[in-house]
């Protein structure tokens, strides 16, 4: 049977990919500015992430006026940490702020620039499209990293990754090892323990915790506010003073810190400091007991590095999500095939070649997420502008001459 071919879709404007709070702020920050866009989402909602893969009792880590997207802030009620429902209340609040209306259920299979006709293709379940622009939206958090563990076939009891988990109320009371130290890893561990389940933490590498708060101010912003009068060094250095006195020496409960403060590690790698929300409380009382990296699963547990055997009903995976831009955006020269961000660093990171950008892949959140759609709009609504200028001129030389 001969397959027809389908029709490419011409978009007189930018096509985003992802319907995230990326692609929803760069798509309102172009409808101020009178560009038109498309919006092509892979899941049937907005905001997939936030609504079908995060637990239940996830909060924004920093304060609401750094995570407010572009033209749009808080209402006045949220809390200081607003919650995950509450951030998917404003984001659809936002979308139906500026009109914004997704095309769902549109997994972007390839999309690569025809140098010949000089617009972008983009090939979507078994639609096509064709564009000037191409807006990458879909985030640093777009597939969850499973590792490779030798044996994990073999475990017999429950093993998820944290974006299938919801909350504790079904270990209760059964042995749960948590696999992942960041933020997502340090919840976790605090609502299963808050839920009566006996939690072991796997703790492989030195990492920075920092107190949410520090003298009742959020210690981000705090940290931005020091950072405009002094270097990092010494923003590092009274970061780890205090946390030393709200926290305690966290070596002691077997979480040893790095060489390099947080700030300078986040500038140079990306890695971002734990902002404890009362883990560290449940680790000192040994309600969560911090365990070394993992050498193998057995039928009924784990063996640890160390050689201990411990057996487990649950383990679940705190360890991430990693881009997915490098397998359908077939450009080599804007992100990188190795860890599936732009090549360039931020603040230089959104714009590439030929009409492709990119938007909240800067390793600094909504915030970073918000600075880039600004850019972004404005670099298109330029081009676009000048299109108009010239269609408007072309127009009248051809009336003219008639």
Not at 34 to 58: F, H, M, N, Q
Not at 117 to 130: C, D, T, Y
Not at 291 to 298: H, L, Y
Not at 392 to 399: E, F, M, R, S, V
């Amino acid at each position: 049977m001969i397959r027809k071919e389908v029709s490419p879709v011409w978009v007189p404007g930018p096509l985003i990919i992802g319907a995230g709070p990326s692609g929803l702020a760069v798509s309102a920050c172009l409808k101020k500015r009178g560009v038109p866009s498309l919006i092509l989402e892979k899941d049937d909602c907005l905001a997939s992430l936030w609504k079908l893969k995060t637990y239940d009792r996830l909060r924004l880590h920093l304060p609401k006026m750094f995570c407010e997207l572009p033209y749009m802030n808080f209402p006045s009620d949220f809390p200081a940490y607003p919650t995950k429902q509450q951030f998917i209340s404003y984001l659809e609040d936002y979308a139906k702020r500026f009109s914004i209306e997704p095309m769902f259920g549109q997994e972007v299979r390839w999309a690569k620039y025809d140098r010949s006709l000089g617009l972008w293709e983009v090939k979507a379940n078994e639609s096509k499209f064709l564009c000037r622009w191409v807006i990458v939206a879909t985030g640093e958090n777009a597939e969850p990293v499973v590792p490779e563990i030798a044996s994990m076939s073999n475990f017999g009891g429950r093993l998820m990754h944290t974006s299938v988990y919801k909350n504790g109320a079904d270990f209760r009371g059964s042995k749960v090892l948590v696999v992942g130290s960041g933020n997502s890893g340090m919840e976790v561990s605090l609502d299963l323990c808050n839920s009566g389940a006996q939690v072991s933490l796997v703790v492989r590498d030195k990492l920075h915790i920092l107190p949410r708060e520090i003298f009742g101010i959020s210690t981000f912003a705090l940290s931005m506010r020091l950072l405009k009068w002094f270097p990092v060094c010494l923003v590092d250095r009274f970061l780890l003073l205090c946390s030393r006195m709200i926290l305690g020496d966290t070596g002691k409960i077997g979480i040893k810190r790095p060489e390099f403060g947080p700030f300078h590690l986040k500038n140079t790698t990306g890695k971002t400091p734990v902002l404890d929300v009362g883990a560290v409380a449940k680790i000192r009382s040994r309600e969560v007991k911090v365990v070394c990296g993992i050498r193998r699963f057995t039928a009924k547990g784990v063996e640890f590095v160390n050689g201990e055997v411990h057996d487990f009903d649950s383990v679940i995976l705190a360890t991430g999500y990693r881009t997915n831009v490098a397998s359908w955006l077939k450009d080599g020269n804007f992100f990188s095939q190795k860890d599936g961000y732009p090549k360039n660093p931020f603040p230089n990171n959104w714009k590439g070649e030929d009409g492709v950008y990119s938007v909240g892949f800067t390793r600094r959140g909504l915030f970073g997420a918000s600075f880039d759609a600004q850019r972004v709009a404005e670099d298109i609504a330029r081009q676009w502008k000048s299109q108009t200028k010239h269609l408007h001129l072309d127009l009248i030389g051809y009336k003219s001459g008639r």
